[in-house]
């Protein structure tokens, strides 16, 4: 796959002209940048494919770079570079998403390599976006006959929620949890378990919308209503009449927006921008945050009175951290589904690699799990799946004891104090199940 674009952000001038020389030779399409600041905007003002980034930069550093660019664009795929051994950085680089990491000075096959691995990943993520673009609600109805996302009790009562509150179509209902833990799959669960299965389910990212756009968006406008406005537009409540509208990061809504949101769910009626006469809607409200509500509440950051209507019915989707029962159920349907629509032989799994995988803290949860699986298969060279597909294991060996799981041993250990040693207190206090807090007390010998 030559047809990538790849940017370079690199203050070595050095750097950037042998590695722009090097990749240009074999076709694929370059960009450079000195530093952090003119890379971001490079990235807003074209498409790129492939982010090749120093580690350290003057200004912003390259961790904060990529903090910026995958919170802005989390399809990129990122190649970190360093003078530099710091393992801790690179630990940190490689869980806030960056997929490779070569050390300077690196030979001109390494990063052939690295950039071959991510242009396989690439084409594959694109055929199979193209191939969902084409489902039908049918397919994705078959989620409620048999949701593979875990055999945990704690996922069990979430989809039991799910279940039970699809029922009630104009109750709103509000999904928390971390990033990655599948909150707009338990939104498709509802939809489709409810009286709406054969009705729209719309969706919108609330923090990913620009605030100036956000409003003509959601209640839409008629033409001439303002400069641009040349013709009628459907808002996306329209567009999720007599289905559903699943609002993402709601907690990321403007002040002003979501007190006429509130209405909107109270009075099932709003009015389009430009016109002077009410809609009727028949419309589900679903929201998810992964931020705390009542800390935005008492931060005047969130209303309190749309938060209490939205949380009418709630459902939090807890860690995979926290339910590591759940992880190899997960590796092996990730694996299944993805070996055969690329119709491809199911690799086996190391023993050792289910035992150390259920020991890693996910940050990620489910979505980075299943990156990880997908690339494992993709870049393996034999039929068992083990430590040596997946580097981000083998970087927490370099490491030790993180300072992340140091911090849990303490947790661990004061909540045990505080609840006499007894397990089941102990884990309900931690919010997690006594049979995950049992693996961590044999693995840290507590």
Known sequence: MTNLNILIVDDEKRIREELSEYLLRHHYSVQCAIDGENGLALLQHGTVD?????IRLPGMDGLEVLRKALSSYPTLEVIMISGHGDMNTVIQAMRLGAIDYLQKPFRSSEIKAAIERSGKYLAWRKSTSEANSTLLPDHLAKLIEKPVIGISEAIKRVMDDAINYASFKDTPVLITGESGTGKEIIARVIHYAGAGKERNFVAVNCSAMPENLLESEFFGYKRGAFTGAIQDKKGLLEQARGG???LDEIGDMPLALQAKLLRVIEEKKYMRLGESTETSIDIRFLAATNRNPEADIRDKSFRADLYYRLAACRIHIPALRERSEDIEVLIKHFSA??????KIALPKLDPQLIERIQNYDFPGNIRELKNLVERAIITNRDAILGLDDFPILQADDAQGVSTLESKLI???KRAMQ???????AAAKKLGIS???LMRKLKKYGI
């Open 50 to 54: 492939i982010l090749i980034l120093d």
């Open 244 to 246: 559903t509208l699943f």
């Open 337 to 342: 589904s993805f070996c055969e629509l690329n």
């Open 410 to 412: 303490e947790e661990i």
């Open 418 to 424: 505080e609840c006499d040693h007894n397990q089941s």
């Open 434 to 436: 006594r049979y995950t």
